[in-house]
């Protein structure tokens, strides 16, 4: 499975009580079962609401909805051909498990819009300026293969069925929802095979800092290996993990002309400067240096702009920091 961008049901009504608020609750993976219980040995069962899931769910507030009664808010709506789509009973959505489509539909939800208060509790759309502040069209299990993508062309994103249910693990979503941000920022981003690289890199560097945020507790399997759980359809070897932020690769030694295994060279570099200067500070630096890509950048010139929004945000030693770690991957 590679999750990536790509360049190219019925809505309940609304009902009395959807229309008295915009926040519900709703069950989850927080982010996912592998990383919520530390459990490499879980297995999809063909969606199987087995005994040793129960401890994974949990019961969150959506907030932003619209008032509908549906999957449809301020930055995202919910679509799906499979099942019933998801809406309020009594005020709340039901307690669904992994063995219920509605379940992915409100995973989709509640994730969006949780990457979404990560990027504002940065200060993006106050302090600094919107990131994304739009709504966006969220498929899920539409694609019937091992694999996501967000389509630039429509500004959507359809979440894959084969294997793990994409939409079970947070990270597969937040992945592609790095995508929109960097398509919000520089519409049309990645064009060429250093920033599709690039683009990859940051769905995977946004998926763990947005799921380790979101759920403030150590987490139980490597920070840095992403979607754990989705990836255990597809790999064998312990930790399951789809890439890992955390790799050795350099450039350009390491440079095989695939986005995804090119980007683990730039999501190594994000890592670092991750663990120099702490979430907060790396990431809004990371995210503010986008506005300054073009749907082509090089590796070289991203690097560059990114060290120049450290040194404006935070001085030289940040920028110290930012530029050692581009340094210690080739790229600068």
């Not at 994730?111 to 940065?122: E, I, N, P």
């Not at 990859?200 to 754990?228: I, K, N, Q, R």
């Not at 082509?296 to 690097?303: C, N, Q, T, W």
Request: proline share 5%; net charge negative; charged share 20%.
């Amino acid at each position: 499975m590679l999750i990536g961008a790509v360049v190219v049901a019925a809505l309940a009504p609304a009902t009395p009580a959807a229309a008295a608020g915009t926040s519900a609750a709703a069950t989850v993976f927080a982010p996912n079962p592998v990383q919520a219980l530390g459990r490499q040995d879980l297995t999809d069962a063909k969606d199987a609401d087995l005994p040793a899931f129960a401890a994974a769910y949990r019961r969150v507030t959506l907030t932003d909805l619209d008032g509908s009664g549906r999957l449809a808010g301020r930055y995202v709506v919910v679509k799906s051909s499979t099942g019933r789509a998801a809406a309020l009973v009594d005020g709340a959505f039901p307690a669904w498990h992994r063995d219920a489509d509605q379940f992915e539909q409100v995973m989709g939800y509640y994730w969006v819009t949780t990457a979404q208060h990560y990027l504002q509790h940065l200060g993006f759309g106050s302090t600094l300026r919107p990131v994304n502040q739009r709504q966006i069209e969220l498929r899920i299990d539409q694609y019937g293969g091992d694999n996501s993508f967000f389509r630039e062309d429509k500004a959507n994103i359809s979440l894959g069925k084969g294997g793990v249910d994409d939409a079970e693990d947070a990270e597969v979503i937040v992945h592609e929802y790095g995508h929109s941000v960097q398509d919000g920022q520089v519409p049309g981003f990645g064009t060429t095979p250093e920033s599709g690289a690039i683009g990859e890199a940051f769905g995977d560097y946004l998926a763990v800092a947005v799921s380790s945020w979101a759920t403030g507790v150590p987490t139980l399997t490597p920070e840095a290996c992403v979607a754990d759980w989705d990836s255990t359809a597809y790999t064998t070897t312990v930790p399951h993990c789809l890439r890992r932020l955390d790799g050795d690769k350099h450039y350009p030694a390491d440079v095989v002309g695939e986005v995804h295994a090119d980007g683990e060279i730039w999501s190594r570099a994000l890592w670092d400067i991750r663990t120099g200067l702490g979430d907060a500070r790396a990431t809004t630096l990371i995210v503010e240096a986008q506005f300054a890509f073009t749907p082509d950048v090089s590796f070289a010139a991203a690097a560059q702009a990114t060290v120049d929004a450290a040194q404006r945000l935070y001085g030289p030693a940040a920028a110290r920091t930012t530029r050692a770690a581009f340094a210690a991957r080739g790229i600068l």
